[in-house]
């Protein structure tokens, strides 16, 4: 886990918002391409081809469940050995692809810039391991005059990872912020999920896979027009749901 150093302590909106906390894959960046056209090489290597519903369900997993996913695809069985090492094809494929562009998602720099400028807490939160995270990671902080995330969260650091609302709560934990005064954007299911497991509000991108309405959730095509009011609002519209729940 890393962070840019920013003090803790900044001051809350009047809506109650102190922290923010992003996804990077498919929601900040473009690079969810990356990791299919790495899969899609990886299965016609193994002599099939994989389907593009087993793609999408493979968004925002871990590596070892989306190798469980193309194998059962393609109806193909790995030993341990084989698993791994197809691993780690698949991860310095993404890595070569990441080192040499970076594509923000429409809205997505402004969103990060406004938030950052509000003073706002930051946090990035992935399931990406991070040797590949920090790749991307470079690239966004490069757009910044300073470091635009306090904290930096990914996979291989977190004890369980999404759905499992572990990733967000250690990223809270590690802001001093509370759920209830932090808004999570992600564009997959596990993600979305693991957000609100976490007692987050949560801002749903569409993306690859569909996710369906839920309690705290509100959903956008995208984050292009995407701003501070828009992000208390989701906040607010947590708060009413768990008040109209009790």
Do not use: N
Request: with cysteine; net charge negative.
């Amino acid at each position: 886990m890393a962070g840019s150093g920013r003090e803790p302590g900044t001051p809350a909106t009047a809506e109650g918002l102190r922290a923010v906390l992003f996804d990077m894959d498919g929601t900040l960046v473009e690079t969810e391409e990356y990791w299919g056209e790495a899969m899609f090489e990886l299965a016609g290597q193994l002599g099939g081809r994989m389907s593009a519903e087993a793609r999408a369900a493979t968004v925002g997993t871990s590596m070892r469940v989306a190798m469980d996913i193309l194998y059962a695809d393609l109806g193909v069985t790995r030993t341990e050995e084989q698993t791994r090492a197809d691993v780690e094809q698949i991860m310095d494929a993404v890595a070569r692809r990441m080192s040499e562009r970076l594509i923000w998602l429409p809205g997505a720099q402004e969103l990060l810039a406004a938030v950052h400028e509000a003073g706002l807490r930051t946090a990035l939160v992935t399931t990406t391991p991070r040797r590949l995270a920090d790749l991307v990671i470079t690239h966004i902080e490069a757009a910044f005059a300073d470091g635009p995330f306090d904290v930096t969260v990914c996979g291989d650091e977190v004890p369980a990872r999404k759905p499992d609302p572990a990733p967000y709560l250690q990223a809270m934990a590690a802001l001093g912020v509370s759920p209830g005064e932090s808004v999570v954007i992600e564009d997959s299911l596990v993600g979305v999920t693991s957000g609100l497991a976490a007692g987050a509000a949560v801002l749903g991108v569409a993306g690859l896979q569909a996710v369906s309405p839920a309690s705290g959730l509100v959903q956008v095509d995208s984050l292009a027009g995407i701003g501070l009011p828009e992000l208390s609002d989701v906040l607010a519209h947590r708060r009413l749901a768990e008040s109209a729940a009790r």
